[in-house]
């Protein structure tokens, strides 16, 4: 009697543009002010600055001034790693 054989499922595949072989750019993610991000989490603006100075939380720079915008994705990930 021989043992039945065991299919892994297949991994989702990228999702490719027409030419072969390319990979389609992915799609950015929505930055948050620091407004936002500090209404996103339920904290105070002041806290969102000390944790992105401290580097407790991530965010990119922009313009000359150097204002802070966040990523949705990190913030949720924050908040998972905080909750843990």
Do not use: Y
Not at 44 to 65: E, F, H, Q, S, Y
């Amino acid at each position: 009697m021989m043992p039945t054989q065991i299919h892994k499922p297949r991994r989702k595949s990228r999702k490719t543009s027409k030419r072969k072989g390319k990979v389609a750019p992915a799609r950015p993610s929505r930055l948050l002010s620091i407004d936002e991000a500090a209404e996103w989490l339920g904290v105070a603006k002041v806290t969102i600055r000390r944790w992105t100075n401290t580097g407790i939380l991530r965010c990119v720079r922009m313009c000359d001034r150097g204002d802070r915008r966040f990523r949705v994705e990190d913030l949720d990930l924050f908040i998972r790693l905080r909750l843990k």
